[in-house]
T-cell receptor, first 111, second 112 residues
Framework: QKEVEQNSGPLSVPEGAIASLNCTYS??????FFWYRQYSGKSPELIMS????GDKEDGRFTAQLNKASQYVSLLIRDSQPSDSATYLC???????????FGTGTRLKVLA | SQTIHQWPATLVQPVGSPLSLECTVE??????LYWYRQAAGRGLQLLFY??????ISSEVPQNLSASRPQDRQFILSSKKLLLSDSGFYLC???????????FGPGTRLTVL
């Protein structure tokens, strides 16, 4: 059973701090990874995708991928109360179209 | 730009009643379409996907079915709802099967 695992949280950080969200995956053949943000009662919205080892930055967000360790992370700099949401990690499965989603990490940014 | 619509937004149905949820995509042709279900406290579960009109692949055995009568229309149906069908139903689209998926606003279904 291919899995994507995330700590459910909540992860609480003060406003202005760096929030670090982590995700591990079991399928060593996975190539594509995605971070989605989901506000309570709303649908997931894409934050970032990452395909290569290393870091990818977009504004206050940095995604990090380490395929050797099967580890994906999302850093949010200068966290704001509006960043409070559940963050879903997803990865593709080798040889198929299918994405596997983690259950999400709930982030709370305290003002 | 592309837009994805779902309706209804919320639905409360009795056990044993039928179901029809609709999803439409604007601004792109021949999208890949997906139906997911998100139960409380659980991850997204892929139910169906479609690569074209009339082409449906099922991921999980269940009492749900899907249809794609038009290029940008995807319908999720059931003849008789179960309590376990309650959840947040999400439609998504992508350009290709391995591309980023974009989600619609979702339908929250409660079966009583």
């Amino acid at each position: 059973q291919k899995e994507v695992e995330q700590n459910s949280g909540p992860l609480s950080v003060p406003e202005g701090a760096i929030a670090s969200l982590n995700c591990t995956y079991s399928d060593r053949g996975s190539q594509s990874f995605f971070w989605y943000r989901q506000y309570s009662g709303k649908s997931p919205e894409l934050i970032m995708s990452i395909y290569s080892n290393g870091d990818k930055e977009d504004g206050r967000f940095t995604a990090q991928l380490n395929k050797a360790s099967q580890y994906v992370s999302l850093l949010i700099r200068d966290s704001q109360p509006s960043d409070s949401a559940t963050y879903l990690c997803a990865g593709d499965t080798s040889g198929t179209y299918k994405y596997i989603f983690g259950t999400g990490t709930r982030l709370k940014v305290l003002a | 730009s592309q837009t994805i619509h779902q309706w209804p937004a919320t639905l409360v149905q009795p056990v044993g009643s039928p179901l029809s949820l609709e999803c439409t995509v604007e601004g792109t042709s021949n999208p890949n379409l997906y139906w997911y279900r998100q139960a409380a406290g659980r991850g997204l579960q892929l139910l169906f996907y479609s690569v074209g009109i009339g082409q449906i692949s099922s991921e999980v055995p269940q009492n749900l079915s899907a249809s794609r009568p038009q290029d940008r229309q995807f319908i999720l149906s059931s003849k008789k709802l179960l309590l376990s069908d309650s959840g947040f139903y999400l439609c998504a689209w992508s350009y290709r099967l391995t591309d980023t998926q974009y989600f619609g606003p979702g339908t929250r279904l409660t079966v009583l």
